[in-house]
């Protein structure tokens, strides 16, 4: 199949620091052509995901992110570019509502954030048209209403990430927060559970717009100390060494997560997650083998002393089975070859 990608401008391909979706992105592009599938993306001019690229926008629009102009301008050059494909798998908000001008061209869409009011009411005046991907059960549980082709839960390459022993770092052991800097990710949780439970925590978490700089000036910053150290958005080098040195990934989510990267990645070092069973984490954490499902702040204190009872290879064992790009690519195909047939 000759297929097509666009990505969202606001980020490369793959991202350099924070970006789940571009991740995401980069994976399918990869996957895709290593199953001999000839595939274009398109997405901003400073990416490097090895596959044949495209681009109107030299670098990625992150300061001007959610803006109309730049995202409509790329999307209207992608599908220019696309149009002569099999099949173009958009994962922009704009471009599904663009895709119309397009009547011949088969484009499905993948929705990367939560079933809100708002989306649900975008994605429901298309769903009859461009067929939808969602990335977990909860996330489609949100919006039941709104027509959903197929759940598939995303994956990555094992291969591109190091195996820690979760011994720490040369201060001693850790537990790693990552992610944004805002309420509903819960920085200011992890400081609290990991101060419980008598172990440092370090975060690396985006902080960018206005928003996250206000929480973590109002809830964040005043908790820090020696033992919890906040290190800024890192590289995705520098992510990896600290997801590997991790005894556990802190992931104390108090919202409707339609799926959460950061939990396969710290899996995929062999690194166990605590996670509260909200969104699709009870869809991705194996409670009492990779990680455990807590119901509270209290219950995740406890269950950083019972991580002697996980094995860091069942972790691993778990991205390299079911969470892998392999699969993730794989069910992708079949519902490109229903719709083309």
Known sequence: MRIGLIAPPWTPIPPKLYGGIELVVDQLARGLQDAGHDVLLYATGDSTCPV?????????????????????????????????????????????????????????TTIHGPFNEELTDLYRAIANRVPIVAISHAQ??????????????????????PVGDGSGDAEGPYVLFLGRMNPEKGAHRAIAIARAAGIR????????????????????????????????????????????GASALVFPIRWNEPFGMVMIEAMACGTPVLAFPEGAA??????????????????????????GDLKRSDCRLSVEGYFSTNRMVAEHIELFETLLH
């Open 282 to 307: 009870p869809e991705v954490v194996d409670d009492g083998k990779t990680g455990f499902l807590c119901d509270d702040e209290a219950a995740m204190v406890e269950a950083i002393g019972r991580l």
């Open 201 to 244: 925590v370090l975060m690396a978490a985006k902080m960018r717009e206005p928003q996250e700089m206000q929480y973590f000036a109002d809830q964040v910053e005043p908790l820090l100390g020696a033992d919890a150290v906040y290190l800024g958005e890192v590289s995705h080098e520098r992510k990896l060494e600290l997801l590997a």
């Open 140 to 161: 489609r549980r949100a919006a039941p209403d709104v027509a959903v082709a197929r759940v598939i839960h995303h994956g990555v390459d094992a291969d591109q990430f």
């Open 52 to 108: 044949p690229r495209d681009w109107i926008l030299p670098e990625a629009e992150g300061m001007r992110i959610g803006m109309a102009v730049p995202e409509i301008r790329h999307v209207i050059h992608a599908y220019e570019a696309l149009c002569e494909c099999d099949v173009v798998h958009d994962h922009t908000v704009m471009g599904p509502f663009y895709a119309e001008h397009y009547p011949d061209l088969p484009v499905v």
